[in-house]
């Protein structure tokens, strides 16, 4: 249990909200759940955990389960081109005997 509640928080700490929402409708096991709750409830993520307890409660009574709808915030697309660095990457060329790279 502690090794689990262990790769919970590892998991907690390395997504996003939304990826932990996506990662919710995929948990199909009624302990992975329980510690899903825990440690959401121990995030502070109220909502997150109240959804996996709905989840959870419908797993164990066989009722038919949904999985949770996820809204990703949205960026106009003004702000979202002036934001975005622009990169400079370098290509490789294949040829017959070489490779070299190609800057663009």
């Known amino acids: ?4 509640i262990a790769h919970e928080r590892m998991r907690f700490g390395s997504m996003t909200p939304a990826q ?9 096991k ?3 759940l329980q510690n ?13 955990a109240l959804q996996a307890q709905r989840k959870r409660n419908d797993i164990v009574s066989g009722s038919k389960v949904i999985r949770p709808e996820v809204k990703t915030p949205q960026i106009a ?21 070489y490779r070299r790279a190609i800057e663009f």
Do not use: C, N
Not at 20 to 28: E, M, P, Q, V, Y
Not at 77 to 97: C, F, G, M, N, Y
């Open 30 to 32: 009624p302990d992975k």
């Open 77 to 97: 697309p003004e702000r979202a081109k002036s934001s975005l660095p622009v990169k400079r990457t370098e290509t490789i060329k294949q040829t017959k005997k």
């Open 1 to 4: 249990m502690k090794d689990a």
């Open 20 to 28: 932990l929402f996506t990662r919710l409708g995929k948990i199909t």
């Open 36 to 48: 899903f709750i825990w440690v959401a409830r121990e995030m502070g993520l109220d909502s997150l």
